[in-house]
């Protein structure tokens, strides 16, 4: 199994970024260790993970407190060790994609929700950053786009682009 994992943390100067190695984490406990130490002042830390360009976890940790998990489907907690590990104790969402037709004059821009994809976890864990849960959601349910793409858009709206796409490629 391939993975990207990518600790983005806001401290006084703005954004950084740093790559992460996930393989010797033993619990969702020692992941959270792990992100609060790539910064353990910083005010937001956020932690993008892609997995073999089908999933998406999205980690948040507030003042090193507070865990918060979003995934972009339950099935990559059965289909391996690391999504078990991030995903295993996740419920679903309390936000939903929204079908076509509510009336919205944005439902044009809408994608379609993925039939297949069953996101879990707290959707809305980067809405006072910028991205609600229904535009995370909608990015995840967007045929085509891959986990990398989910998190390239995410960031941009979040102001961590730069730094990191700077980290992918380095």
Request: one cysteine or more; glycine letters at 8%; aromatic letters at 4%.
């Amino acid at each position: 199994m391939s993975y990207f994992a990518a600790a983005v943390v806001r401290g006084r100067s703005g954004w950084a970024a740093s790559e992460l190695d996930l393989h010797d984490a033993a619990d969702v406990d020692e992941v959270a260790d792990l992100l609060r130490e790539a910064e353990p002042n910083a005010a937001v830390h956020l932690m993008f993970v892609e997995s073999d360009d089908a999933y998406l976890v999205i980690m948040r940790l507030d003042e090193g407190e507070d865990l918060r998990i979003f995934g972009s489907d339950s099935a990559f907690a059965d289909e391996s060790r690391l999504g078990k590990l991030l995903l295993g104790e996740v419920e679903t969402p309390v936000v939903e994609i929204e079908e076509s037709g509510s009336g919205d004059a944005d439902d044009d821009d809408r994608p379609a929700a993925d039939p297949v994809a069953d996101p879990v976890g707290d959707a809305d864990l980067l809405a006072d950053l910028g991205v609600s849960a229904h535009k995370l959601l909608a990015l995840c349910a967007t045929d085509g786009l891959m986990p990398a793409d989910v998190t390239a858009e995410v960031c941009q709206a979040i102001g961590c682009g730069d730094e990191v796409e700077e980290l992918r490629e380095s």
